[in-house]
């Protein structure tokens, strides 16, 4: 697929979902000796639900939402993703997630695809196949700062400024993720 998507036969895109709530994700941490940092933690936190679909040139279409996402709502999401129309065959990319594989979504599948609008399931346990994947921690455990979890104000404010300005000021380069799994024409 990758290698149709370099050609410009298809739009390539990876879907996958991630939730952001004002307990910060931080893996790691080092401070200097005697000054300690700290961060409230939350036990309770809106949350702030992400449906993205994303191309590997850093193109990027989110829909969100603070109720928990549900089939439905990946119908909805699909729905105006495809209705947006697009100039060549789009394939989306999904994990094996419920609410991707739900009756919901199966009943769609057969109108999208009269749209030229197919989805592609990866197999299951495979999340470093997703490049998605790579955003959500881009976003999370680099783009995010601390200052960003002082609010819930200010946390949404920074996702969807992230969201808005990705491919711009925040980028990921895939080029050799996309090089390294293009099938290159026998030169023989």
Known sequence: MLTLWVCGLIDLYFADETGVTL??????????????????ARTKSKRLNLFGLMRLDNHLSIYHSEQSLTGAFIVRSLDDFVAKGHTRPVVIVLDNGPIHRCQVVYDQQAKWEESDVFLFFLPTYSPHLNPIETLWRFVKY?????????????????????????????????????AKNVLQPNSA
């Open 23 to 40: 307990q910060p994700y931080i893996p790691y941490g080092w401070q200097k000796k005697h000054h300690p940092l700290q961060i409230t």
């Open 142 to 178: 680099r783009w995010l700062h601390k200052r960003d979890y002082n609010s819930w104000g200010r946390l949404k404010k920074a996702v969807f400024d992230i969201i808005r300005q990705f491919g711009v000021e925040y980028q990921i380069n895939f080029k050799a993720l996309a």
